[in-house]
């Protein structure tokens, strides 16, 4: 009998603790770009996820743990029948990730109609949270598009003294949302936007957009991201802009994904956004130390995506004893936590639409050594979507679009 | 009018980066009426090829000559190996080197992963310089250098060496050259392993610019498709003129029309091509 009750010892200490626990395995179902252009913030946003699994050893909130993966191609239509896949035949009770936001955008109606509690976990979209938010999301990273871009308007204009400024910006929702939050805010308080460009996604070479920027404006206002931001910043500097005319821009221009690829033509330069990895505080730099040990390269904006929407979720169901089964509990545990420190980023919580409330940073690209940084060298506490304008008129407006604000001072 | 210059120059030198693809694309055409496809994979792994060993030996010259070289033995193996083997049926000539870039594309994600990567150039060609109000990169100067140069001589092989007697013979009519001694199958294979170098010149001069990431190996096969359309397959007069007109209606239409930049470029191919099916140079 006794090798027996050595070989349950053994199978009790090799089996994961889930097994041991009352409640059966909770499955997270994650949906995002894991093959093409999208596949390096996918895999950054997956990591996050995987990296708070480690650290919590698979338990969240006295349940086992389980994250079904499946990749959207960055398409929606795939993403849909992803996560219909999901909830119907791997019967997932919780779903996050989300990159694309016309993927989140699609998903909208089947996640009311299943009650499918949905972290957003990147999905920047801004109606996602305002005008057409789903009953059963919540979006816990990045927030809306234009919520680093309002802020960064108003500081422009009393901080940096900008006065005039031409923007050029991806022909997308992402483009069209971030400089129109810019452009408001900016306009509300006397600055001029004297041209307002849009390059086609994927555009190979800007020099005809940088040809036509006015040489006298008081800076670029630049929302040109993803891969194609490498070869904007080079051509900026090529054509001799650099050191004339400073960009501004979201930080997914200079974000940790890129920034290993980019050089001297980078430095300087001011972008805003709700995370850098160079963020000194006790929580940020131990996430940098754990995912840099395991990953062996520095988070994105993206990994600590992934690890603040995994790190909501545990404490959501902390609150509720595990338990999901109990939709609108559930959502109300979301609605209502307030992570003060333990998020990478800063401290967090969600507004009356389930959308974050985060700190924006403003951060200078700087050489450290042999490599680039974000240094943050101005903080915007508890941002919300609607950055000083009461929510209710800010949603009696349009959602912001390639002509909302229109361009009144356009030359 | 600093403006038009400054549009007129880049419109050059991407248009002399463009003549790299479609000079290549335009030979293999020629000797072997083959559309190749997978013409942008050796733009793409040429690029990729051209990062990795620059970061490794930090010689701007090595990576050019390990990209072009490595392209030349793909070229001569997919030609060898495969697409001599099919004769002149244009089905599944242009199915397999289909084949061949969804699979040299999926190859180099797996590889390198789907980070774009930018390759950094040597300090003598980083900067610019001013012409009167004009600011030229001296990175596009040396590429239209470049790709001027490489136009001429190419013009020189064709038209006053033996060589390209031979190449001549063999694209007016394969089986008399045949009969007349010329190696027209050894010389199908030079042609297209040369083409296939100087796609992967293409993508190591165009990466410092233009980057080099996932897809980049479709986007420049549709321009260089428009090139050789425009000018007409098979014609190296035409491939540059074509080359010339892409690069700068693509800079101009983006600055002018930029809602309307496709239309601009890719409109007056379809005119071209409902006026004169074989190109401006084209031979009827």
Redesign the interface.
């Given at each position: 009998m006794r090798w027996l009750v050595v070989l349950g010892t053994i199978l009790a200490l090799a089996l994961p603790p889930a097994y041991g626990a009352g409640m059966p395995l909770l499955k997270v179902g994650f949906i995002g770009p894991l093959t093409g252009v999208f596949a390096p913030t996918g895999r950054d946003l997956l990591d996050g996820i995987n990296l708070y699994m480690e650290q919590t050893r698979q338990r969240w909130g006295e349940r086992g743990v389980v994250v079904i993966v499946e990749d959207d191609t960055f398409s929606p239509a795939v993403a849909l029948t992803k996560v219909r896949k999901l909830v119907e035949s791997d019967r997932v009770e919780l779903l996050t990730g989300f990159i694309n936001s016309a993927a989140a955008y699609a998903m909208r109606e089947y996640i009311d109609s299943k009650s499918a509690p949905t972290v957003i976990a990147v999905a920047g979209g801004d109606d996602l949270t305002q005008r057409l938010r789903a009953k059963f999301s919540v979006r816990t990273g990045w927030g809306a598009s234009s919520q680093t871009a309002q802020p960064l308007g108003d500081y422009a204009y009393r901080v940096l003294s900008y006065r005039r400024v031409a923007t050029i910006a991806d022909d997308f929702a992402f483009g069209h949302e971030w400089v129109g939050g810019f452009q408001r805010m900016f306009e509300d308080i006397g600055g001029r936007v004297v041209q307002k460009q849009w390059a086609p996604l994927g555009t190979a070479d800007f020099t005809p957009f940088l040809a036509r920027i006015p040489r006298d404006v008081d800076a670029v206002v630049a929302a040109v991201v993803g891969p194609i931001a490498l070869r904007f910043i080079r051509q900026y500097a090529d054509l001799g802009l650099r050191g004339r005319i400073p960009i501004i821009g979201p930080g997914h221009m200079t974000d940790e994904i890129n920034l290993p690829q980019m050089g001297e033509e980078t430095v300087g330069m001011l972008t805003v956004l709700h995370y850098s990895a160079a963020l000194q505080t006790p929580a940020n730099r131990k996430f940098v130390e754990a995912h840099t040990r395991r990953f062996n390269r520095l988070p994105s904006a993206y990994s600590e995506a992934g690890y603040t929407a995994a790190l909501w979720m545990d404490r959501a169901l902390q609150r509720t004893g595990g338990r999901v089964t109990d939709k609108d509990a559930f959502m109300k545990a979301m609605a209502a936590l307030v992570i003060a420190a333990d998020a990478p980023r800063g401290p967090v919580r969600l507004d009356a639409l389930g959308n974050v409330v985060q700190n924006v940073y403003l951060r200078r690209v700087d050489r450290t050594g042999t490599t680039l940084q974000n240094t943050v060298i101005h903080t915007f506490p508890t941002v919300s979507q609607f950055w000083t304008v009461d929510p209710e008129v800010f949603l009696r407006g349009p959602v912001y679009s390639r002509d909302n604000p229109r361009c009144r001072f356009c030359e | 009018m600093?403006?038009w210059a400054?549009?007129s120059i880049?419109g050059i030198a991407?248009g002399m980066l463009l003549f790299l693809l479609g000079s290549g694309l335009s030979l293999i055409f020629g000797v072997m009426r083959i559309v190749n496809l997978a013409h942008g994979s050796y733009y793409l792994l040429g690029a990729y090829l051209g990062v990795a060993i620059m970061r490794a030996t930090g010689s701007f010259g090595l990576a050019i000559l390990g990209a072009m070289g490595s392209m030349f033995v793909l070229g001569t193996l997919m030609q060898r190996g495969f697409l001599m083997r099919l004769g002149t049926n244009v089905l599944p000539q242009v199915l397999l080197t289909m084949g061949f870039l969804l699979i040299l594309a999926d190859l180099s994600?797996w590889i390198w992963?789907?980070?774009?990567?930018?390759l950094?150039i040597p300090p003598a060609l980083h900067?610019?310089f001013?012409v009167g109000e004009v600011?030229v990169?001296v990175?596009?100067g040396f590429v239209t250098a470049i790709g001027g140069g490489l136009a001429l001589a190419l013009w020189l092989v064709l038209e006053r060496t033996r060589l390209g007697a031979q190449v001549r013979a063999a694209v007016d009519d394969p089986e008399i050259a045949q009969a007349m001694g010329i190696n027209v199958p050894a010389l199908a294979t030079v042609m297209f392993a040369l083409g296939a170098a100087l796609a992967g010149l293409g993508g190591v001069l165009g990466s410092?610019?233009?980057?080099v990431?996932?897809?980049a190996d479709l986007?420049v096969l549709t321009l260089a498709f428009a090139v050789v359309i425009i000018g007409g397959l098979g014609s190296l007069p035409g491939t540059l003129a074509g080359s010339l007109f892409v690069g700068l209606a693509?800079?101009?239409?983006?600055?002018l029309l930029?809602?309307l930049?496709?239309v601009t470029l890719f409109a007056p191919m379809a005119l071209i091509l409902a006026v004169r099916p074989r190109g401006l140079f084209g031979r009827t």
């Open positions: - | 600093t403006f400054t549009l880049n991407f994600l992963g789907g980070n774009p990567q930018i950094p900067g610019s001013a600011i990169p990175y596009r410092p610019f233009l980057g990431y996932p897809g986007d693509d800079n101009l239409g983006k600055a930029p809602e930049s496709y």
